[in-house]
């Protein structure tokens, strides 16, 4: 942290509450912070627009971005110019062009090696969609005048609010290897129902109210829809409910963010 100008921290659009560490903001202090809204095209425009203005607050900007749209992250430069004047000012008086750092951090699976290898237009670093496949720290040349130190996703050291590791564990910065994909993707249908109840009719062409609410039991049916079977004709509810969050994941179901941003406190 004490090597960079300015702190890159992106966040998934579709949680961006979820994905801030409570601890940030010890560790930043008073250094620049841009929020990057990435995986922006998966949620509502005026959504997205709400959460810029939450957390654009003193010397913290925010921006939304498609991580995998060519050149859209050249936006980025300008406010980081900005929120780092002072300092190139300074160096400028003294005539010296210094170059600029730029630390990237985010939660596991939230596009930060993908936004880096935006910034150069090139594949600079290894990406992947699943979390934990950035190992270590390395310095990524932008250009002459500015650098990125790409990081390892990082999450809270004890998730104890479940509410917050369920929303991690749907966008997929918790590894499906280490949760209960059918009792996660019960949560998600009854999660999804209160934001747009209409959602799994669009996709799957049922109602949740149809099963009382009972998840499980919607679940089956879609299966039974897809013809995912056992032996025997059953539904296999396990597989349909890793393919539910994998099209959440992918957009299928709509646009989505799972965060409320009138609850968002934005920090100085």
């Known amino acids: ?3 960079a100008d300015v702190v890159l921290y992106v966040l ?11 601890a940030f903001d010890a560790l930043v202090q008073s250094k620049p912070v841009i929020y990057v809204l990435n995986k922006a095209d998966l949620v509502p425009e005026e959504v997205v627009k709400a959460w810029l203005g939450k957390l654009s607050a003193g010397n913290r900007a925010a921006v939304s971005i498609d991580g995998t749209a060519s050149g859209s992250a050249k936006k ?4 980081i110019q900005n929120l780092a004047s002072e300092k190139i000012e300074k160096y400028k008086q003294k005539g010296i062009n210094i170059a600029l750092r730029g630390m990237v951090i985010g939660v596991p699976n939230s596009g930060k090696s993908t936004l880096i290898n935006n910034f150069c237009g090139s594949a600079k670093t290894i990406t992947g969609n699943k ?12 250009n002459d005048y500015f650098e990125l130190l790409d990081t ?13 590791a369920r929303k991690l564990a749907y966008i997929g910065s918790i590894k499906d290897e280490v949760v209960d994909s059918f009792a996660l993707a019960c949560a998600f249908i009854e999660d999804i129902d209160k934001i747009d109840p209409s959602a799994l009719n669009k996709r799957y062409s049922i109602w949740l109210n149809w099963f009382n609410g009972d998840a499980a039991a919607a679940i089956g049916e879609i299966a ?24 959440f994941r992918k957009g299928c179901l709509g646009k989505f963010c799972l965060d409320d941003s ?6 100085n």
């Open 152 to 164: 390892p996703g990082t999450l809270y050291p004890k998730l104890s609010d479940q509410t917050v």
């Open 1 to 3: 942290m004490p090597l």
């Open 224 to 247: 039974l829809k897809r013809h995912y079977l056992l032996r025997g004709g059953e539904p296999d509810s396990e597989r349909m409910a890793a393919v539910i969050l994998d099209e």
């Open 262 to 267: 009138e609850r968002y406190e934005a920090k």
């Open 12 to 22: 998934d659009a579709r949680a961006p509450a979820s994905c801030i560490n409570p």
């Open 76 to 79: 980025i430069l300008p406010l």
């Open 131 to 142: 979390p934990g496949v950035t190992r270590g720290r390395q310095w990524v040349r932008v």
